[in-house]
């Protein structure tokens, strides 16, 4: 089944203990982004990266890393984690041009 | 700066209504905007329009794109409470030769029944 897989689904954690949320996609799509998603603020973008070692910052950069060695995987890495930072998070993927983007089912994020 | 606005925020309607969804833009380089609909989990893509004035249709719903006012509208007929979700509008610009989207705060509409 063609999908955008994302780990883990529900985190809590505690201020400036590093974490890494995993995104993994199984259609060899180019085109990968991070996007978090905040009450009254909609989905803002993070990072994306438009294919291998290739990344760029989106609208809220601030505190997040990303890499991508690899076509299929693309992980989000929050080095030192503040409660700012708690939010739903979305990994997407399409084959080339963000537009008709496939999501994953989403990150839980807590950050005590 | 870019500004994707949907309208309402919040909707709650009986089944067997029919509902407008609103969407407005002000971006540069417009490309396209497409909607999603949002249940408990991840978005998923219902349209994308293009061209001014050409009705997308899919089963109970439909959308058609205004570019000379700016808008687009969600119309679901004969609600149902499957319906209810979050409806997400965004817009694709081109930025410095790459394409982006550009995200509105969602209509959150809820179906009684």
């Known amino acids: 089944e063609a999908q955008v897989t994302q780990n883990p689904r529900y985190l809590i954690t505690v201020t400036g203990k590093k974490l890494t949320v995993t995104c993994s996609q199984n259609?060899?799509?180019?085109?990968m982004s991070w996007y978090r998603q905040d009450p009254g603020l909609g989905l803002r973008q993070i990072y994306y990266?438009?294919?291998?070692?290739?990344?760029d910052k989106g609208d809220v950069p601030e505190g997040y890393k990303v890499s991508r060695k690899e076509k299929r995987n693309f992980p989000l890495i929050l080095e030192s984690p503040s409660p700012n930072q708690t939010s739903l998070y979305f990994c997407a993927s399409s084959l080339r041009n963000p537009h008709v983007l496939t999501f994953g089912a989403g990150s839980r994020l807590t950050v005590l | 700066e870019d500004k994707v606005v949907q309208s309402p925020l919040s909707l709650v309607v009986h089944e067997g209504d029919t509902v407008t969804l609103n969407c407005s833009y002000e971006?540069?380089?417009?490309?396209?905007l497409l909607w999603y609909k949002q249940e408990k989990k991840a978005p998923t893509f219902l349209f994308m329009l293009?061209?001014?004035?050409i009705e997308k249709k899919s089963g109970r719903l439909s959308s058609i794109l205004d570019k000379k006012e700016l808008f687009s509208i969600l119309n679901i007929t004969a609600t149902q409470t499957g319906d209810s979700a979050i409806y997400l509008c965004a817009v694709l610009r081109l930025i410095q030769g790459a394409q982006k989207l550009v995200f509105g705060q969602g209509t959150r509409l809820t179906i009684n029944p």
């Open positions: 971006v540069t380089n417009f490309r396209s």
């Open positions: 259609m060899n799509h180019e085109y």
């Open positions: 293009t061209s001014s004035g």
């Open positions: 990266s438009m294919n291998v070692e290739v990344t």
